[in-house]
Nanobody, 119 residues
Framework: QVQLIESGGGLVQTGDSLRLSCAAS????????VAWFRRAPGKEREIVAL????????QVADSVRGRFTISRDTANRMVYLEMNSLKPEDTAVYYC????????????WGKGTQVTVSS
């Protein structure tokens, strides 16, 4: 099990950038895949980006491709979501989540950080 704490959210304008950080604790973090999810008001939660435990594979959702980048610093137990060219539709609570590599369910979740993009 890992504990996750997100930070870096805030209120920005269209076109601005933000970097979200996810700080992890737990001795086995290096063997966990990590993803960023978001939930916008009135919408279902969606996965935004993921990075495997060796950072050998990353993937981002079509809606953010070319604008968002996920990365991890496993030695320092950090995962980042770099968000550029933000749009109002990116407004949501962003969550960091982790799962053991090779499994399918994200069992460990942070409490989320709010990102609001004004038009």
């Amino acid at each position: 099990q890992v504990q996750l704490i997100e930070s870096g959210g805030g209120l920005v304008q269209t076109g601005d950038s933000l970097r979200l950080s996810c700080a992890a604790s737990g001795r086995t973090f290096s063997t966990y895949d990590v993803a960023w999810f978001r939930r916008a008001p009135g919408k279902e939660r969606e996965i935004v980006a993921l990075v495997t435990w060796r950072a050998s594979f990353t993937q981002v959702a079509d809606s953010v491709r070319g604008r968002f980048t996920i990365s991890r610093d496993t030695a320092n137990r950090m995962v980042y979501l770099e968000m550029n060219s933000l749009k109002p539709e990116d407004t949501a609570v962003y969550y960091c989540a982790a799962k053991k590599s090779g499994t399918y369910v994200y069992d460990d979740w942070g409490k989320g950080t709010q990102v609001t993009v004004s038009s």
